[in-house]
């Protein structure tokens, strides 16, 4: 829309508020929500005391038009995709693929993550690549382990490989449907699953060698907080109490251990009065016997997805986090939290074994296991008096968990509860995605359509209930686009972004249409990392096709840059959200991915300035 000279000072006031934004949200000291409300509030005022008229309504940016890309389409698809991606880290659904390159780590540890970040790429390409990175933080960690590599030096590499799949299809980021609906409402056709397929690949490709091949080289090694604070390779003392009809029952031990419990230590078994202690020859399982086992938190984690069932003693008791069912018997329940406690200073557990303390009852909460640092355990649970500085592996309900923060016995490490997937569902999970992209990769409805019809099956289906989906759902996302939506809107309708095209275009005149595509992608680019990647796409989507339609070439090719220059969020932590996410788990400080992330950036914009040309024909 060409701009009104009578509009010229509204177009300033726009642009100062662009400024702001950019300034507002690179800072720390304002929360990205107060900001985008700001705006939003900002801009509904402005323009409601200050209307930009036109011949066929009284004012162009009313409250309805402002407000309209918190119902945007692109926006409620992208919202739906955190749902769906909540749905199979709840199920478990990409377990079996941590469990294949498991069995290399140690072999050739390098290599497997290396591939491991290729999969990681090729997976982002068609779900959304957010929550990609929240399924494979803990595979990447767990390989990392696995390899006795630092996990510091995969998660952002972990990250830009999530990002760089994600800008390979139009389901792959939330950038690229933000982009494409932007240009949809600039009166643009429709952009398909595959229209950039093509030079997204190119890319990605180049992109991946300096990721995959020698990022994890250079990044630093350190230890992190969590693993500091509790010790990951550190084992808990369990006790599994062998009933008629546990899985355990009848298994024989083979070269002195048992091949059913996989990385996990016997310790002892104890048969009546008798103990058995390693190595087991020939020693066959039997109902009554107590088994005292040693485990990581993690390979613990795996007994509970894989086969709760080998816990049944302990899940399935009266007072502990089961539901009993139509006939009175007792079931596990969903919604199980493992989670950390250390027992404190003076704490009535001292001195006292965990059914003397009655943990269970007064907390509803179970204790699987017990890690004491001073010395090896060799007892049964029911043997073991509590010591202060004792940590305690919790299972138990959300709520139940949750509760120990009130306590005075225990303290509670917030950062270690972790939702336990019901892997029975992983199957539906996979099937409910598979049909979410292949219906929107065919075109067969719009991906919003899909999106949303996706979440309904996740939720209906049982892979996640309604507080969890409702929890993926980001209200920074929400608020950022809809306050970006919002600028870009009163950026369009007062001539701003057809005086920030113009004012390109005359400082390189001259220098041809390469350059000057060539230098948008690197604004775009540099302004992704400041700001966000959402917001600089729908802000930049208009100056583009401006650009272009004064270039009078395709804007195709220039909301196609803004797509793949907008996704080059790789040089600040505010970049991307999967930036923030692998933040706390590599220990990353903000120098750490300027570091990485400047020269990838730079890489790219080489790669697209040399390739976009040639392919486009410019």
């Known amino acids: 829309m060409e701009a009104d000279l009578s509009h010229v000072w509204q177009m300033w006031v726009v642009l100062i508020a662009i400024v702001a934004a950019i300034i507002a949200y690179a800072s720390e000291d304002i929360p990205l929500e107060i900001t985008s409300l700001a705006l939003l509030a900002g801009l509904l005022v402005f323009f409601q005391v200050f209307p930009v008229e036109a011949p066929s309504t009284p004012n162009l940016l009313d409250a309805r038009t402002l407000l309209a890309g918190l119902a945007d389409p692109a926006l409620i698809a992208v919202l739906a995709l955190l749902v769906i991606g909540q749905g199979l880290f709840q199920s478990g659904a990409l377990e079996g693929m941590a469990q294949l390159s498991n069995a290399n780590a140690v072999r050739a540890p390098m290599l497997t993550l290396a591939v491991m970040l290729v999969v990681v790429l090729v997976v982002s390409g068609f779900m959304n690549n957010t929550p990609v990175a929240v399924i494979f933080i ?45 240009a949809t409402r600039a009166g643009m056709d429709r952009i398909g699953f595959f229209d950039f397929t093509i030079p997204g690949l190119v890319l990605a490709g180049v992109g991946i060698l300096y990721v995959a091949g020698l990022l994890p080289r250079i990044m630093p090694s350190r230890a992190n907080l969590s693993d500091d604070l509790s010790g990951s390779g550190k084992q808990f003392i369990a006790q599994l109490q062998l009933g008629y009809g546990h899985p355990l029952v009848g298994t024989k031990a083979r070269g002195g251990m048992f091949p059913a419990l996989k990385n996990i230590t016997v310790r002892m078994v104890q048969r009546g009065e008798h103990p058995f202690l390693p190595p087991y020859e020939d020693l066959v399982l039997r109902p009554g016997d107590t088994m005292i086992i040693a485990a990581t938190r993690a390979t613990l984690m795996e007994a509970l997805k894989q086969d709760p ?11 502990g986090p089961s539901d009993p069912d139509e006939d009175g018997e007792q079931r596990p329940i969903r919604d199980l939290m493992l989670a950390e406690a250390i027992v404190a200073p003076g704490s009535r557990l001292i001195g006292r074994n965990i059914e003397q303390a009655g943990f269970r009852m007064e907390t509803d909460c179970i204790v699987l296991g017990v890690q004491r640092r001073s010395r090896m355990i060799r007892a049964r649970m029911s043997d073991i008096r509590l010591e202060a500085g004792d940590v305690l592996l919790i299972v138990g309900t959300r709520d139940s968990v949750r509760g120990l923060r009130t306590s005075r016995d225990v303290l509670l490490l917030e950062w270690s509860a972790t939702e336990i997937p019901d892997v029975s569902n992983a199957r539906k999970a996979q099937i409910i995605l598979a049909a979410t992209v292949a219906s929107a990769a065919l075109g067969l409805v719009p991906i919003v359509v899909a999106a949303v019809a996706g ?164």
Not at 310 to 315: G, K, N, P, R
Not at 583 to 589: D, F, Q
């Open 309 to 319: 069932e080998i816990f049944q003693d302990l899940i399935h008791q009266d007072g």
């Open 138 to 182: 803990p595979v990447v960690s767990a390989l990392a382990a696995k390899a006795s590599v630092s996990s510091s030096k995969m998660m952002i590499p972990l990250s830009y490989a999530s990002i760089l799949g994600g800008m390979t299809t139009l389901l792959g980021s939330s950038t690229n449907l933000l982009a494409a609906g932007a």
């Open 455 to 618: 979440a309904f099956a996740m939720i209906v289906s049982g892979c996640l209930n309604v507080r969890q989906g409702a929890r993926a759902i980001d209200r920074q996302i929400f608020l950022l686009v809809g306050a970006a939506l919002a600028l870009g809107t009163a950026l369009e309708s007062t001539g701003g972004a057809m005086f920030i095209a113009t004012q390109v275009i005359t400082l390189f005149d001259g220098f041809g249409t390469a350059v000057v595509l060539s230098v948008f992608f690197l604004l775009v680019a540099v302004l992704t990392n400041v700001l966000s990647n959402n917001a600089t796409a729908v802000l930049f989507v208009p100056i583009g096709i401006s650009t272009a339609q004064q270039l009078g070439v395709d804007p195709t090719i220039f909301v196609y840059a803004v797509i793949f220059a907008a996704n080059c969020s790789f040089a600040t932590p505010m970049g991307y959200q999967t930036n923030l996410l692998v933040m706390g788990p590599g220990h990353y400080r903000f120098s750490d991915f300027l570091r990485a992330g400047a020269p990838l950036v730079i890489i790219l914009w080489i790669t697209f300035s040399l390739f976009a040309p040639w392919y486009y024909g410019l």
